[in-house]
Each structure stands twice: as structure tokens, then as C-alpha cells.
């Protein structure tokens, strides 16, 4: 992706989620680049979005760390 569309995510997803994106609403929020049950597992085995935190029984991600986590994992096709 390039810095626009990441810039442009990353403005509407602080609209719309100020406090951090909910696992349950991740796959909405980046229109299905991410999967719940992926970052659940990423999270298990230590490589999923860093700073993530809970409330109550829910994961929440910053939109910062996944905005970052999904240009880190973006690779560019030649």
C-alpha cells in the first residue's frame, strides 16, 4: 500500500475507533486485510500487532501499531 491510502486508513480508523480497533471489528476496520483469529494466533505465538491491550474480555490494538504492523508486512510486487 502506499502512504496515502495507509495515511487515509489510519484517518479514518482514528474516526471511527479513537480508543484502538476491537479483534472482533479488525477484519471490518481494514477491510479484510487482517483476520481476528490470525492476529489471535500472531498474538500466541509472539509475532501478531505489538501493544495490544485488554478491556474486560476484549483485545484492543492501537491504530497506530496496526496501521505500522500492516505496512511492515506489506510487500511490493515487481
Known sequence: MNDRALQ?????????????IPRKEIGKATGNILHPRTCANDDCLGVGVPGRF???????????CVIDFIESKTIIAK
Open 54 to 64: 485488554k478491556i474486560a474480555r476484549n483485545t484492543i490494538y492501537p491504530v497506530k
Open 8 to 20: 487515509e486508513l489510519e484517518k479514518s480508523l482514528n474516526e471511527k475507533f479513537p480508543f484502538g
